[in-house]
């Protein structure tokens, strides 16, 4: 039945965008050209349902999503599974769905330089599975360096400029990713800098609510960064409680069920240009024990909600 609803699912929105082509305002007119951003699902959030990722594809289309943000060990998985990325990407297309990014911890950044040429074949490997299913985005977070606090940023700057390189080879962008809980990247304001003294033209950085609040950059930064300068974005929620020293990526929320300024959040990076996708990452254990299906419909109908109140004049 769900392959079935898929195909009538892809039918129905070939028909919209062809009506809506050729049949003018007398059409609806589709989800993703009345929204600012196109909305996406991060498979942490139903990561503990253990799905096998061709299904979770089809979950995540089949509930409404315009993308999907898989992780390379789940990708990896399913190869060692005995699965096809060729099929599996014809899968993605064939639902409508776009790779927005991916999910990877490969050690581009840290000072021990064997572990670093390492970490750069680890994100070799990495970009070409991303490659081979049709996306050209990878997270590049300060694995391997969360810890370490005496690590420059120039520095930092030259060894992303050297992922962007290898990047460019093969034909998806490394995006510098804002870890809150780190010493190394923890905070907007030094992903920033690293990107701008990279030099490089495709440098751009990853943000996510959560990640924003847990390392104290407040969220008027956002306004600075225009549509080159992000493509994706992490939303999510985080209640009063705990306080910031003490919360972590398990009590994430869904959009709008907790005190994060998402109506600000969201108003910001449309000041600054982003049209990008807004990308659902949860880490909640609560969620993980409940049905995928229900949790997807949830995140994204909340998400819808977050955003229409944001456009609303």
């Known amino acids: 039945m769900l392959g079935v609803r898929l195909n009538r699912r ?24 009345r929204r600012p951003f196109r909305l996406c699902l991060n498979t ?29 060990d789940e990708v990896e998985r399913f190869v060692q599974g005995g699965g096809s990325l060729r099929d599996l990407a014809k899968k993605i297309a064939d639902c409508g769905l776009r790779v927005e990014s991916a999910i990877g911890f490969a050690q581009w950044i840290v000072d021990d330089e064997a572990a670093r040429r390492k970490g750069l074949e680890d994100a070799r490997r990495a970009m070409d599975m ?9 997270a590049a977070p300060p694995a391997g360096a969360q810890n370490q606090s005496d690590l420059p940023l120039p520095r930092i700057a030259e060894r992303y400029r050297a992922l962007l390189e290898l990047g460019e080879r093969m034909g998806v962008v490394p995006m510098l990713e804002v870890w809150g809980f780190s010493k190394t990247l923890g905070r907007l304001s030094e992903a920033v800098m690293v990107a701008v003294e990279a030099d490089h033209p495709k440098a751009c950085v990853l943000a996510d609510v959560y990640h924003l609040h847990k390392g104290g950059s407040g969220f008027h930064g956002l306004r600075l960064l225009g549509p080159e300068g992000m493509h994706v974005f992490h939303i999510n929620d985080y209640p009063a409680d705990p306080p910031r020293n003490e919360i972590t990526d398990a009590h994430r929320v869904y959009p709008g069920d907790g005190v994060a300024p998402l109506t600000e959040i969201l108003r910001h990076l449309m000041a600054g240009g982003f049209r990008g996708a807004l990308s659902l990452e949860l880490f909640n254990r609560d969620y993980w024990k409940q049905d995928a299906v229900d949790v997807a419909r949830t995140g994204l109908k909340k998400m819808k909600a977050v955003v229409e109140n944001a456009i609303k004049k």
Do not use: F
């Open 10 to 33: 892809g039918w129905i929105k070939a028909m919209s965008a062809w009506c809506a082509g050729t049949c003018g305002t007398g059409a609806e007119e589709p989800a993703t050209q």
């Open 130 to 138: 991303v490659q081979q299913l049709g996306g050209t985005r990878i």
């Open 44 to 72: 942490s959030t139903i990561r503990g349902q253990n799905l096998p990722l061709d299904r979770v594809v089809e979950l995540v289309a089949d509930t409404g999503y315009d993308g999907i943000e898989p992780w390379i």
